[in-house]
């Protein structure tokens, strides 16, 4: 565990302290100003998400590695645990359900069947789960973080017009921070297997995918995402309207941003 006057950190999540949590709250409020002038909804998601959204959203046929399932005391061990049993794997009971390991995944299914007659712009702040299989890495790489989500949904025109202008604006910003800043075409970071390399090949030609850099401690590192869907979530979830409706969404990784104002000893929003 690491500990400083502004956070301690543990393997996989952080706390932060007064000060930090301040900037914290700031830097969430500065990327939601984005949408100033914009209608938008604001939604309020659970941490926990159904095995049934995940399969329809393709999670597991791409991210089965990053999943942390949510379990239970099995009940045939709970009087063999308050006698002293040491808790593990034999002693626990799966539900189908799974800490949320996309901030955007629970938006789609609200909008299940509907029949879209306009465009949608919907934003969320939602705790994130992703299990590193390779290693948690301090403030940059978490099981547990948080995210300010961008949804957009509707005609492709729309989609990508909001996407482009969350772009600017976060390259803005992060240009003040540093000149070396830059969006990239990136990809999603499937589980390797000939089907999702295809898959990321496809991200990185059709420029379906951008990320944010910006360097900490002398390594890039993406702190928001910018991604178009197309129907991938329109078509499963039955909101395409004849495909005429697509979706894409842009996350702010605010612990990233944490590291950000760390590295870079930001302690106050406006001042940059």
Known sequence: MEFSDKFYLKQGYICYYEDYEKLYANLDQFFLSFLDGIHHKKYNIPTIIDGEVLEKCGYFESFPDQLSPVTAIADNKVVDIMNGEKVDISCLQTYDKYLTPSACLHIYPMFEGKKMKENEVI???ARV???EKDGFEEMTRLWDFSVREFVFIGSEDFVRQHLEDMKEKALNFAQKITKASQIVVAHDHFYKGKRNDIKAKIQMKNEQKFELKIPIAN???????????GDHFSTPFKFDNQREFVSGCVGFGLDRWM???DEYQITDISEV
């Open 129 to 131: 789960y992703r299990c």
């Open 123 to 125: 934003t969320t702040k």
């Open 259 to 261: 590291a950000v104002c």
């Open 219 to 229: 390594k890039e590192v993406s702190v928001a995402s910018f991604n178009f869907h």
